[in-house]
C-alpha cells in the first residue's frame, strides 16, 4: 500500500472512530434502557456500509481505505462484547443473549442487503 493510502487510512478511520462516538451517544440516550442500542445500529449500518462495498466495483487501495479504514473504524468489535458482558454481570443474562442473537442475524441481514443494493 502507498503511504498516501496509509494516510488516508488513518484521517478516515479517526473520523469513522468520531463518528460511531458520536451516533452510538445519541441513540443511546435517546433510547435510555439497559440494552446497547447505540453500538447495535453503529455495526448495522457499517454492515450494511461493507455490503453496499463489497458488491461494488472498488478495488485495490481504494477497498482497503474505504472498507478497512473507514468502516472498520466505525464498527466495534470490542464494544459489542462489552456491552455484552456487561449486561450478562449486570443479572441481564436475556439481554446479552438477545445482544448477541440481533448483533448476528440482523447484521448478516444489513450486509446482504446492502449487497443487493449494490448490485
Not at 456500509?49 to 481504494?62: D, F, I, K, P, W
Not at 472498507?67 to 466505525?74: E, H, K, R, V
Not at 442473537?101 to 449487497?115: D, E, K, N, R, T
Request: charged fraction near 10%.
Amino acid at each position: 500500500m502507498s503511504t498516501a493510502a496509509w494516510i488516508a487510512v488513518g484521517l478516515l478511520g479517526g473520523a469513522a472512530a468520531g463518528a460511531r462516538y458520536l451516533l452510538d451517544s445519541e441513540v443511546s440516550r435517546r433510547t435510555a434502557h439497559h440494552f446497547p442500542t447505540g453500538i447495535l445500529a453503529v455495526n448495522l449500518l457499517g454492515a450494511l456500509a461493507l455490503g453496499l462495498v463489497a458488491n461494488s466495483a472498488m478495488h485495490g487501495e481504494a477497498l482497503t481505505i474505504v472498507a478497512g479504514g473507514a468502516i472498520g473504524s466505525f464498527t466495534t468489535f470490542s464494544s459489542w462484547m462489552l456491552d455484552t458482558h456487561l449486561l450478562e454481570a449486570g443479572e441481564r443474562a436475556h439481554l446479552a443473549w438477545a445482544n448477541v442473537a440481533i448483533s448476528l442475524i440482523a447484521g448478516f441481514v444489513a450486509f446482504a442487503l446492502g449487497h443487493w443494493i449494490a448490485g
